[in-house]
């Protein structure tokens, strides 16, 4: 899913990609091409007309969440201080009816702690993810793989009674373009159906410790019930039994 923003945002995003990913690692230079609507495609539209999906919404409540590459968490135990897996955790944490999780892989530990903490609250927490993705960078970073991960949380489920539902990613063979099977980096969480989260960050160590990670959440009351509405119907993930 493509979502496109406008406004001083785009600023925000500018200045990240200078800073730290652009050889200069210096300040956004004079642009010279005049301001201009970025329309969609004919191409796109004709060929993809299911996966567009217009909202029309002047101002929303947007919070730009980024932290810049770092070599300090490669260190054992290193404190989390990435704005966007600390916007997770807190978002999760204060989940009062739902929780909704799509990620490529879930190996923080902190992340898993606030999963479990709502949890416990009496909250239902619903995750998607692939079975076998980023195997080997998960170990290498954080010493585990999802597969570890989901299988020690369904067993902690099970011993406490909470409403936690997994279900392993199965990709829709119906969709126009070609994507790889069963496999999904979509990065994407939905707080009590008001507050949307996404972007670059996975749920894993990697991104809450030494990656460069740009995540946006917005507040709204009506968008993320669309976002999580089109993420769903692409995709044709299995039903899970809850645990």
């Known amino acids: 899913m493509g979502v496109q923003l406008q406004g001083d945002i785009i600023h925000l995003f500018l200045s990240y990609f200078f800073q730290f990913y652009h050889p200069t690692g210096s300040a956004i230079p004079a642009c010279s091409i005049p301001p201009h609507a970025i329309l969609v495609s004919q191409t796109l539209r004709e060929r993809y007309s299911n996966l567009i999906y217009p909202v029309g919404s002047p101002i929303l409540p947007l919070a730009f969440l980024s932290r810049g590459p770092s070599r300090r968490g490669t260190l054992p135990f290193s404190r989390i201080n990435s704005a966007p897996t600390l916007f997770q955790i807190e978002a999760i944490s204060r989940a009062r009816r739902s929780v909704f999780i799509q990620t490529p892989n879930l190996t923080s530990r902190a992340l898993i702690k606030a999963i479990k903490w709502t949890l416990q609250r009496g909250v239902p927490v619903t995750m998607y993810l692939p079975r076998n993705m980023m195997v080997l960078e998960s170990i290498v ?8 991960q989901i299988r020690l949380l369904r067993r902690w489920a099970s011993r406490h009674a909470v409403t936690l539902r997994v279900e392993w990613f ?3 063979s119906q969709q126009p373009f ?40 917005i507040s709204d009351p ?10 769903l119907r692409h995709q044709s993930t299995g039903h899970a039994t809850a645990v």
């Open 178 to 217: 070609k994507i790889e099977e069963n496999k999904s980096h979509v990065k994407f969480m939905v707080i009590d159906e008001e507050l949307v989260i996404l972007g670059s960050s996975n749920l894993d160590r990697a991104s809450a410790l030494t990656s460069g990670e740009v995540n946006i959440a």
């Open 141 to 148: 970073t954080g010493w585990t793989t999802t597969s570890c």
């Open 222 to 231: 009506d968008l993320p019930k669309t976002f999580l509405s089109a993420i």
């Open 170 to 172: 199965k990709s829709d």
